[in-house]
């Protein structure tokens, strides 16, 4: 047996027990029949009945603090949530642009070492130009330098063909002059064979002539004549 009824009595009559604190009280101090007790399944002392509606009242209130609290809390962490996923949305956006910016800095560099390889070739290129350059000019130089001592020589040939065609011109001015006294040698020899023809011939026709002027003197005359005039 629990505590008994709040009148301190002893037990007596009708007792009904209480559910919830187990306490026995007297039908009358709660004015309850037993008529009435038959007809319900539980039964409540007042201050369990007091405590319960206080109980569940609180719960009520707790529970819509609850639900007010839950409510609050859902918006503000929507709201925390909404700014995370544009906080989220704007790194995705920056972090793609910094790809896209480390792909064009990644591209410019290709191009530039791609230059700079063509460039390095050029260099190669040209040197190899320059030391064949070089390789003609040292080339060219000796070609140079044999061409001068031709022309040297030939300077030098060019003086002795020179003396020479003085010389010969010289020599053809003493053959001309030669050639005049030769000429003049032989007209005057030809006049002197003349003369000595002419002599002969006068020689001739005198003994002709004295020959001939024994035999008949007519033709030996008409023939000297022809001879003079020849
Ligand atoms: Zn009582
Ligand atoms: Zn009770």
């Keep these: ?28 101090c709660v004015q309850i029949t037993l008529k009435k007790a038959k007809m ?32 609050q809390v859902k ?31 990644k591209k410019e560099n290709d191009l530039i070492q791609l230059n700079l390889t063509h460039l390095q070739e050029l260099v190669a290129l040209k040197e190899v130009m320059i030391s064949d350059l070089q390789r003609e000019k040292e080339e060219s130089q000796i070609v140079i330098a044999g061409l001068k001592t031709e022309l040297e020589n030939l300077k030098k040939e060019n003086k002795q063909v020179a003396l020479k065609q003085t010389m010969i011109d010289n020599l ?8 005049v006294e030769i000429e003049k040698l032989l007209r005057e020899n030809t006049m002197k064979l003349v003369l000595k023809e002419q002599t002969k011939n006068k020689k001739t026709c005198l003994a002709k002539k004295s020959r001939l002027s024994l035999s008949s003197s007519q033709p030996t005359i008409k023939r000297y004549i022809d001879d003079d005039s020849d």
């Design 1 to 28: 047996m629990g505590k008994h009824c709040f009148c301190l009595d002893r037990d007596k009559g009708f007792m009904i027990c209480c559910d919830l604190c187990k306490r026995w009280f007297h039908g009358e």
């Design 40 to 71: 319900v399944d539980h039964w409540n002392c007042i201050w369990c009945s007091q405590s319960k509606q206080a109980e569940e009242s609180l719960i009520e209130k707790f529970t819509r603090d609850m639900e007010r609290f839950k409510s």
């Design 172 to 179: 053809q001015r003493e053959r001309e002059k030669a050639q």
């Design 75 to 105: 918006a503000e962490m929507l709201l925390e949530l909404q700014v995370m996923k544009d906080q989220i949305l704007t790194d995705k956006t920056s972090e793609q642009q910094q790809i896209s910016e480390l792909e064009k800095l």
